[in-house]
């Protein structure tokens, strides 16, 4: 979608590697969220935001930590890459108000 | 969070009309019912949502059962654009609740 970008779109990386993924909004839309897919899993909740510099954890945040210090993004990163961080991940964002969300095109990690 | 039961696939031929069910007996009296969609290597998009009401929009319309333990989307005349997984989700119409996402539908759409 045309309000929201991730980046890199591919990234393959070693275990043990650090590794930072960025979600880039110009919806100005105050909440921001981080899902992984996996074969048989669906999608599941990293980290979520509601705005700048405040977080909350989802469901699967092990071994994951966020930052958002301006409204437009929304950081993760895998402090050290381990083999079952090989998934491919989405960002959303959301407002009040506003129905749905809107989900960026993914980034696809694998660690090898 | 409410847990939904959606069949593991279905399929349709295109320009006829598909109906997607979903139970969701569980749910909460404040919850709405939100469907999405996700394209084949794509993120998920939003499709309709709706509280007790049935509902349509552009893309699709939504008939919620008297009881609100189920749901059916309906997509009126499939196209092979329509192939995609369906995901049922009960939750908070707040712009801010999280979703919880369930293994969906896979829609196969034949010429």
């Known amino acids: 979608d045309a309000g929201i970008t991730q980046s890199p779109r591919h990234k393959v990386t070693e275990t043990g590697t650090p590794v930072t993924l960025r979600c880039h909004q110009t919806?100005?839309?105050?909440?921001m969220y981080w899902y992984r897919q996996d074969p048989g899993h669906g999608l599941r909740l990293i980290h979520y935001?509601?705005?700048?510099?405040?977080?909350d954890k989802g469901e699967v945040s092990d071994g994951y930590s966020v930052s958002r210090s301006k409204t437009e993004d929304f950081l993760l990163t895998l402090e050290s890459a381990t083999s079952s961080q090989t998934s491919v991940y989405f960002c959303?964002?959301?407002?009040?108000?506003?129905?749905?969300?809107?989900f960026g095109s993914g980034t696809r990690l694998t660690v090898v | 969070d409410a847990k939904t039961t959606q069949p593991n696939s279905m399929e349709s031929n295109e320009e006829e009309p598909v109906h997607l069910p979903c139970n969701h007996s569980?749910?909460?009296?404040?919850?709405?019912i939100h469907w999405y969609r996700q394209l084949p290597s794509q993120g998920p998009e939003y499709v309709i949502h709706?509280?007790?009401s049935n509902v349509n929009n552009r893309m699709a319309s939504l008939a919620i059962a008297e009881d609100r333990k189920s749901s059916t989307l309906i997509l009126h005349r499939a196209t092979l654009r329509d192939a995609a997984v369906y995901y049922c989700?009960?939750?908070?119409?707040?712009?801010?609740?999280?979703?919880?996402f369930g293994k969906g539908t896979m829609l196969l759409v034949s010429p």
């Open positions: 959303a964002i959301s407002e009040i108000g506003l129905y749905g969300y809107t």
């Open positions: 919806e100005n839309h105050r909440y």
């Open positions: 935001s509601y705005g700048v510099k405040d977080t």
């Open positions: 569980t749910i909460s009296g404040t919850d709405y």
């Open positions: 709706g509280l007790t």
């Open positions: 989700i009960p939750s908070m119409n707040s712009g801010y609740s999280t979703l919880t």
